[in-house]
């Protein structure tokens, strides 16, 4: 991997991390694009880019965080811990099937359900719910909403924000509950990823070099720091749509190389 194809990963994970297009739908697509299939099990870089978009996190929301690390037997980080369930549950003893969700066929049915889900999400009447009318049932079914999104295509922002507004919360707390949310999950997958690489079950992808790694890495954090702030202003205006035609468009792109251009090899 060149120094220039880890920045051009690492800005599309910091865009799809938090834009509701999907990171896991959009690398798997670069990859083939770029014919990286040679470091298809490249998960060192995985982790890397994830934390990128982790601190991206942290630098938006620091104040939240730090509250909840201040006042640990809070509300809010009861929620957390109660909407991160079902995402571990299912990531824990599913991660092997998911991560055959990795074709072209699958890619495009996923980029459609995105699709619908973010016209769907733009459709529900914001609900007046602020983050301390939050109930444990709604935090369970955004957590369930964000399980569903595991698999490559299915954007968890999208989905996780969705579940929030179909639940009655304003559109500033389903956003902001859905990216603390997203904290908890890429430092858990990132931590899960780690620990296998060490223990040998995973490939290490040492054929990623360290100058690629860290240009992965402040590529990620950077644009994901801009992704959020302007995916804030986007759920508050109630223009999530937008995002559907392109991820729509996207899922044609790839069942016309399938059926006729076969360009990507999938």
């Known amino acids: 991997m060149t120094i220039f194809q880890a920045i051009i990963l690492g800005i599309i994970q910091g865009i799809a991390e938090f834009l509701p ?7 798997i697509l670069f990859q083939a694009v770029f ?8 998960f060192t870089f995985d982790i890397v ?3 990128g978009t982790l601190v991206a996190i942290m630098a938006v929301f620091w104040q939240d965080i730090w509250n909840i690390l201040k006042n640990p037997f809070s509300k809010m980080t009861g929620l957390l811990i109660v909407g991160s369930v079902p995402v571990a549950v299912v990531g824990f003893f599913f991660r092997g099937v998911i991560e055959n969700f990795r074709g072209g066929l699958w890619l495009a049915i996923a980029f ?9 999400a733009d459709k ?8 301390r009318d939050m109930t444990y049932i709604d935090a369970i079914i955004v957590g369930c909403m964000q399980a569903l999104a595991l698999p490559p295509g299915i954007s968890r922002s999208g989905t996780t ?11 500033e707390t389903a956003a902001r509950f859905s990216f603390l949310l997203a904290a908890i999950s890429i430092a858990g997958v990132s931590g899960l990823e780690t620990i296998l690489v060490f223990t040998g079950e995973t490939p290490n992808g040492y ?3 360290m100058g690629a790694m860290i240009a992965g890495f402040i ?5 994901g720091y801009a992704a959020i702030k302007l995916l804030l202003k986007i759920v508050k205006a109630a223009k999530l749509r937008y995002f559907s035609y392109y991820v729509w468009a996207l899922a044609a792109f790839i069942l016309l190389d399938l059926l006729i251009f076969n360009l990507l090899g999938w």
Do not use: P, Q, W, Y
Request: proline share 0%; with cysteine; hydrophobic share 45%.
């Open 21 to 27: 297009i999907s990171s896991s739908g959009h690398l």
């Open 35 to 42: 014919d990286m299939s040679h470091l298809e099990n490249a």
């Open 49 to 51: 880019v994830h934390a």
């Open 112 to 120: 459609t359900i995105t699709g619908c889900l973010l016209i769907f």
């Open 124 to 131: 529900f009447t914001a609900g007046k719910k602020e983050a």
């Open 161 to 171: 924000i969705a579940g929030g507004l179909a639940r009655g919360l304003s559109r």
């Open 207 to 209: 054929t990623v070099g």
């Open 219 to 223: 590529a990620s954090a950077i644009v």
